[in-house]
């Protein structure tokens, strides 16, 4: 099963608020070559409690790069079968998958409490 990321942006930098985005990045990753074989983006939906969740599933989301995330949309994403990294830093999607996958990406605090 291929590995595919989403990441939160508005222009071309991770959101930190992670349900007020623009848009959502998408990385399709070839688990064998640990390469990014496809990407593209998509407009994120109204934002809506317990939306994101099953909009990103159906889109076949299977890991997603945040900078803050609430524990309830967390745990949303834990029943989904979304695995969740938080607490990366504002950079672009691009450089984030690329750290990700080269095992350097720092992360820092979460700091939303909601």
């Known amino acids: 099963m291929p590995m595919r990321i989403a990441i939160p942006v508005t222009g071309n930098l991770l959101e930190q608020h ?3 985005c623009e848009k959502f990045f ?3 990753i070839d688990l064998a070559t ?3 074989i496809a990407t593209g983006e998509t407009q994120a ?3 809506q409690p317990g939306l994101l969740p099953p909009w990103l599933k159906e889109r076949g ?3 997603i790069i ?3 995330m609430g524990a309830r949309a967390r ?3 834990q029943e989904a079968s979304i695995d969740v990294l938080t607490g990366a830093p504002p950079e672009s999607a691009t450089e984030l998958v690329r750290q990700y996958l080269d095992g350097s990406l720092a992360t820092g605090e979460n700091t939303c409490d909601h």
Do not use: I, Y
């Open 18 to 20: 992670f349900g007020h």
């Open 66 to 68: 945040a900078g803050n």
């Open 61 to 63: 989301v299977t890991h």
């Open 26 to 28: 998408f990385a399709d």
């Open 34 to 36: 640990k390469q990014v």
């Open 45 to 47: 939906p109204e934002h």
């Open 75 to 77: 745990s949303l994403f």
